[in-house]
């Protein structure tokens, strides 16, 4: 899984191949976001303003490139990734997941999210027993806060939302039990003999997909580990959702 979410740089890299163009075309620049962070390039904020079809197309392209096989997490893989758990947890006996890679809350010093309380909508700044913090209200530079879990990765709280592969399921029920994506509607159109989420061959355009991590936008309660989020068409696109890859190795042939 990469390290962080796509920045704009990488996105600009890929979408301006119209050589490695597997379905759609892509802008190469998409972002809202477009000025520097606090002196901080602005192509090393992550893209966004992205939706589904076009990161599976980001991914397919920089798959096409390498001879790798590059696609969207499954909900599954990205929350493991991004618990950052090494250790199994007796669940029997009471364990639980926190339900923040740094343990029961979070602090605008160490994510981007909407920090402070918004009285009109009864939204807490706040989670737990963690302070207010700031709202930025803007994406920040991927690694801004150099921080990292315990697999390296970053930014896997707020920020910008991140696509997962998987339909949408309002439960686990039925969900693999090997970690990959959970695809189901238009399953021939869908998926290839590794489960993998086409674009343009899919029949149903209002189809939903699955983000995770939430972003600068919203309260940290958005951003927990465990938190599915849908409100989104996989057509649909914002200033807030961006796109996060993983590698599962060279390509094969089929």
């Given at each position: 899984?990469g390290?962080?979410p796509?920045?704009?740089?990488?996105?600009?890299?890929?979408?301006?191949?119209?050589?490695?163009?597997?379905?759609?075309?892509?802008?190469?620049?998409?972002s809202?976001?477009?000025?520097?962070?606090q002196?901080?390039?602005?192509?090393q904020?992550?893209?966004e303003?992205?939706?589904?079809?076009?990161?599976?197309?980001?991914c397919?392209?920089?798959?096409?490139?390498?001879?790798k096989?590059?696609?969207?997490?499954?909900?599954?893989?990205?929350?493991?990734?991004c618990?950052?758990?090494?250790?199994?947890?007796?669940?029997?006996?009471?364990?639980?997941?926190p339900?923040?890679?740094?343990?029961?809350?979070?602090?605008?010093?160490?994510?981007?999210?909407?920090?402070?309380?918004?009285?009109?909508?009864?939204?807490?700044?706040?989670?737990?027993?963690?302070?207010?913090?700031?709202?930025?209200?803007?994406?920040?530079?991927?690694?801004y806060?150099k921080?990292?879990?315990?697999?390296?990765?970053?930014?896997?709280?707020?920020?910008?939302?991140?696509?997962?592969a998987?339909?949408?399921?309002?439960?686990?029920?039925g969900?693999p039990?090997?970690?990959?994506?959970?695809?189901?509607?238009?399953?021939?159109?869908?998926?290839?003999?590794?489960?993998?989420?086409?674009l343009?061959?899919?029949?149903?355009?209002?189809?939903?997909?699955?983000?995770?991590?939430?972003?600068?936008?919203?309260?940290?309660?958005?951003?927990?580990?465990?938190?599915?989020?849908?409100?989104?068409?996989r057509v649909?696109?914002?200033?807030?959702l961006?796109?996060?890859v993983?590698?599962?190795?060279?390509?094969s042939?089929?």
């Amino acid at each position: 899984m990469g390290r962080y979410p796509i920045t704009q740089a990488q996105w600009k890299a890929i979408a301006s191949r119209s050589d490695l163009k597997v379905n759609q075309d892509l802008d190469p620049d998409p972002s809202y976001f477009k000025e520097p962070y606090q002196g901080i390039d602005r192509w090393q904020r992550p893209v966004e303003q992205v939706d589904w079809y076009e990161a599976v197309e980001f991914c397919d392209r920089l798959s096409k490139l390498t001879g790798k096989d590059y696609r969207l997490p499954s909900e599954a893989q990205w929350e493991y990734a991004c618990r950052g758990v090494t250790e199994p947890l007796n669940l029997e006996n009471g364990a639980s997941y926190p339900p923040f890679q740094f343990g029961e809350t979070i602090t605008t010093d160490l994510a981007n999210y909407h920090g402070t309380d918004d009285k009109d909508s009864r939204r807490s700044g706040s989670y737990g027993r963690g302070p207010q913090g700031e709202y930025r209200g803007q994406t920040t530079p991927v690694g801004y806060f150099k921080v990292v879990n315990s697999f390296g990765l970053s930014d896997m709280h707020g920020n910008v939302w991140e696509w997962c592969a998987d339909d949408w399921h309002n439960n686990y029920k039925g969900a693999p039990t090997d970690g990959s994506a959970w695809i189901d509607n238009n399953e021939l159109e869908n998926v290839n003999t590794e489960n993998q989420s086409y674009l343009d061959k899919n029949d149903d355009k209002s189809l939903y997909s699955v983000m995770r991590g939430g972003s600068w936008f919203d309260y940290p309660s958005y951003c927990r580990s465990a938190l599915r989020f849908i409100d989104f068409r996989r057509v649909d696109c914002d200033d807030f959702l961006g796109v996060r890859v993983v590698c599962a190795g060279m390509k094969s042939e089929v």
